[in-house]
Every structure is written in C-alpha cells, then in structure tokens.
C-alpha cells in the first residue's frame, strides 16, 4: 500500500512537472510569438512610413500593361524636395545650352524607343510621372533602409583586361567596361545597345551604364552620377529592360538611390518615367536597338543634365554634391553583373554572348564621347579596358568612321572558361 501511494505521489509530482514544463514552454514560445508580431508590425509600419515619404499625392494615374502604376505628380512635390539641401532650389526648367558636335551616322534601326506605360495615358502639363513604389517592393529588400540603394563600394575596382585574373575582387559584382584617361569631365554622351539578359536569380541584376565620378572610397566622398538599362528582378519584381539612374556624394554610405527613390534629381519631363520598362530590345542575329544618352554640366546653372533619347528628362542640382559640384575626373561605360551567390552565375551580360561575336550577336556601346570644358563633344583620346573576369564577361574596344569609340562587351556568365 505505502508502495502505491509512493507511486502515486511520484506519478502526480512528474504530471505536475510536465505541466509546469509545457506551461513555461508555452509561455515562451508565447512570447516569441508576440516578439515577432511586434516585429512584424514594426517593421510594417516602417514600411508604410517609406511609402509615405516615397508615393507623393498625384494628380493622375495609370496602370501600364506591365503591371507598373504611374503617378502623375505636382513638379513642385516631387521627392527631391525633401531634401534639406533643395529646401529653396528654384527648378530650372530647361538648360542654358547643349554641348555642340552632337551627331550620329548610324545603320541601327530608328524606330522610337518607347515606355510601355505610354500606351495607356500621358501625365499633364506641370506633372512628373512617377513610378509608384508598392508594399511588396519593399518587403523585397534586405532590409527597409537599404531599399533602392546599392551596397556600399559599388563602383568598378579597375583590373586592365591584360592582368592576370583575380577572383573575388569585387565581391559578387563582375565588370567589363572602357575608361577614359583621367582628366576634367563635364558630361558624356553614347548610345547603349537595348537587351534583354537572362538573370539566373531574383537578387541577381545585370546592367549596361555610364560612371561619372570624382573623390575617393578611402575618404567616403567618392561622388558618382550613373545612368543606363537593368534588369533587375529584386528591385522591379519582374525581368523587363529599364532605364535607371543613380547617384551619391558618400561612396553610397548613406546619400543616394536609384531612380526617384531618394530626393536628389529633379525632373523636369512630364512624358518620362524613370525606372518605367522600354521597348523594342535587340535580339540575337536579328533587329538592333539602341538608346543615346547624354549627361553634362550646364555651363551657367551648373546643374547635371540628363537627356534620353529625344527626353531633356531633368537634372542633378550641383549644391547636392562636393566635387562634382564642379567637374569630374573620370568616366566610364559598360556592363555589370551582381549575384550575391558565391559560386559563379549564370547571369547575362548585355547579350549574353562575349565581345568577339561582333555586330548583332554581342552587345555594343557606341559613338562615346565626352564633354570637354568648352561645352564640346569628342571622342576620349583613348580609352582602357576592364574586366574583373574574362573567362565569364569580356570587352574589346574599337573606332570607326561610322560608330566613333565604341566597345562590345558581356558573356554568359557560368561555363567552363569562367573561375572565381
């Protein structure tokens, strides 16, 4: 009997325990719970903040068929207003001057280059068009305050394509680009051969641009202004060809972003979306495209100019930046690859097919030029070739009388010949 309630005893002091135990686990696994609901809640709250700041009210709107919403938005709302710096910027709606030897004796086809959101409406007079920034988009990013901004030292470590390879130098970014022989820059102008590349992963892009730089990383005051095409599925949500453009004054430490996603560029055009997708893109052994884009300093406002194709688009404010409040140093164009992965991509490069290829098959960029300090277009006196690793993407230069500079660059990414 003594034995039986011993047991008994044992028994109800063990089911007491469990309890107890089940009890505390549950109250934990309570309070994980509720930390990551207020997490959650933080974190979406922070996101509607920046939704808030970034989505200006709009006069108008249009869904485009690429599933993009543009915001017609008041000139004088726009984000670049935000900053403290602009806080009594008088827009400049036009520039003081062009920079003179503008031409282009080209056989590439004509035919306009085109946002797909055209087809379904036009903002107003005295309106930008803006691409509206959605909850997912977002939620996309790595984090909130690192939406629509590159990482830190994203600008080309320059390795001459006659160096031996050296892997991993760039940290998930891969180059092949021309140079131009530092010197004093007030713009550039080229046109950029339209793709499509394959991007092998959703945190993947694959872009062609323009770098106009002056500072340094080691100072953290490197400025750069930078435009061209990407295709970007993290940033976008979807794998169409878009123009792009970027810029900062702290090595991207903190100012800058693409697009409109942080005050800065002013735009001025009511009939172009930056960030908006564009249309028709090259195919391989078939028809061409391309898209001209220039860049220069206005030689009395001082502003950063941008012009796409027939689009005066808007500008940089000079008070925005330290040195390239008055020139330049250097300037380069080509293409970029990123994957975060550490084994190789498969990302493309502009056509996905390397330099050798030629006319139709590899991706170009032509007439380069550059503005001198007379407001004057030219050709660089030379440029220098830079490719972080040749066995993947590669560029060769040229000079014609029919294309001026030009280079051809890109490659498939992953395949037998690509190490690092």
Not at 247 to 254: A, E, I, L, S, V
Request: aromatic share 12%; glycine share 8%.
């Amino acid at each position: 009997m003594a034995a039986t309630r011993a047991y008994l005893v044992a028994f109800v002091v063990a089911l007491a325990f469990l309890f107890l135990e089940g009890a505390a686990a549950a109250a934990a696994a309570a309070a994980v719970a509720a930390e990551t609901s207020g997490t959650s809640v933080q974190r979406r709250q922070q996101v509607h903040s920046l939704l808030r700041r970034l989505n200006k009210p709009h006069l108008a709107s249009f869904e485009s068929p690429d599933g993009d919403i543009i915001d017609c938005v008041d000139i004088y709302k726009q984000p670049a207003f935000d900053d403290p710096l602009l806080e009594n910027h008088t827009i400049q709606m036009r520039p003081s001057d062009h920079p003179k030897g503008l031409h282009d004796d080209s056989k590439v086809l004509a035919r306009p280059i085109t946002q797909t959101w055209h087809q379904n409406g036009k903002c107003p007079e005295n309106t930008i068009p803006i691409r509206r920034i959605k909850e997912e988009d977002v939620l996309r990013a790595s984090s909130i305050g690192r939406y629509g901004k590159k990482m830190p030292r994203s600008i080309p470590k320059l390795i001459s394509v006659d160096d031996p390879v050296k892997p991993g130098v760039t940290s998930g970014h891969k180059y092949a680009i021309a140079a131009a022989p530092e010197d004093k820059y007030y713009g550039t102008k080229t046109n950029f051969n339209l793709w499509q590349p394959t991007i092998s992963k959703n945190k993947d892009f694959s872009l062609a641009q323009l770098w106009i730089s002056k500072g340094s990383y080691s100072n953290n005051d490197l400025n750069t202004i930078e435009v061209g095409w990407q295709v970007y599925p993290e940033l976008y949500r979807d794998s169409n060809t878009r123009i792009f453009i970027y810029w900062t004054r702290d090595g991207y430490q903190r100012t800058g972003c693409y697009n409109l996603n942080c005050p800065g560029f002013i735009q001025t055009n009511n009939q172009f979306a930056i960030g908006g997708s564009i249309s028709p893109v090259s195919s391989y052994g078939g028809s061409q495209f391309d898209i001209d884009i220039l860049i220069w300093k206005d030689p009395k406002g001082g502003n950063w100019w941008l012009q796409v194709g027939s689009y005066v688009v808007g500008y940089w404010p000079s008070s925005i930046f330290s040195y390239l409040a008055d020139s330049a140093s250097s300037v380069l164009w080509g293409g970029e690859v990123y994957s975060p992965n550490p084994v190789q991509t498969s990302t493309q490069m502009g056509s996905g097919h390397f330099p050798e290829e030629g006319f139709g098959k590899a991706s170009y960029i032509r007439n380069i030029q550059v503005v001198g300090s007379s407001n004057i277009l030219k050709s660089p006196d030379n440029v220098d070739l830079l490719s972080s690793q040749q066995g993947c993407y590669n560029v060769q230069n040229g000079t014609n009388r029919n294309w001026g500079t030009y280079i051809y660059y890109g490659g498939p990414g992953k395949n037998p010949n690509c190490v690092g």
